[in-house]
């Protein structure tokens, strides 16, 4: 795919959608962190139900750590790996007031230090809360990647290089949300909507589904 038509779809993604962003619920950067924390392996959906409930009692990391665990869990057990995800709250909440004074840091190696944190989330953060030009590649973003021919790859970390590389400048910053709505709504994993897809002429893929 040459540059030319990237820059053809990502012209097409902001017509449809000028100021695209996350789906999850959030006021500040911390609220920001701790619901893509609780996102892996669930949806915006079940995320923003349960911290819709959490942030109305505690968003603040010395509110969260006073919770405890055992005021924590009853909040966020709809979502998947509750438990798992309390401890690594209940740990990043204390590492952000002794290393950071409560805020959220704004470096990729900060962030991923915090447990729970891994690249995925430290780019959300970076580029939802702080507006860098960051690109998370999640199971989406790497179908869509692949699929359309923007930014093939083997693995994630690879697909985020390319795109980083790939994509022109003036998209860059919202290029994650582009493709991940997209990736959602209309380039589905099993049933691709083609015949609806804005880019569908553009795309490199080769099994494009016919309307019926």
């Not at 966020?76 to 798992?84: A, D, K, P, V």
């Not at 840091?105 to 995925?120: A, C, H, S, Y």
């Not at 999640?138 to 692949?146: G, K, L, P, S």
């Not at 919202?174 to 897809?197: F, Q, V």
């Amino acid at each position: 795919m040459n540059k030319a038509k990237r820059t053809e779809i990502f012209s097409r993604l902001r017509a449809a959608n000028p100021e695209p962003t996350t789906e999850l619920i959030y006021d500040t950067p911390f609220e920001l962190l701790i619901a893509v924390i609780l996102s892996a392996q669930a949806t915006d959906k079940s995320v923003n139900l349960a911290t819709n409930k959490l942030f109305a009692i505690a968003n603040t990391p010395a509110a969260i750590i006073e919770l405890g665990e055992n005021g924590l869990l009853p909040l966020i057990q709809s979502i998947g790996l509750f438990r798992n995800k309390a401890k690594n709250i209940l740990k990043t909440c204390g590492l952000l007031l002794e290393r950071h004074q409560g805020e959220v840091p704004r470096t990729r190696e900060q962030l991923e230090q915090l447990p729970g944190v891994g690249r995925k989330t430290a780019n959300v953060v970076l580029n939802t809360a702080f507006g860098e030009p960051t690109i998370a590649v999640d199971t989406h973003i790497f179908r869509v990647a692949n699929r359309t021919g923007i930014a093939p790859g083997k693995d994630v970390v690879e697909v985020e290089k390319r795109l980083i590389r790939l994509v022109p400048d003036e998209f860059k910053k919202d290029a994650h949300h582009w493709l991940i709505l997209h990736g959602r709504y209309c380039c589905k994993a099993r049933n691709p909507e083609c015949p609806d897809c804005p880019i569908v002429d553009l795309c490199e893929y080769r099994k494009k589904a016919k309307s019926s």
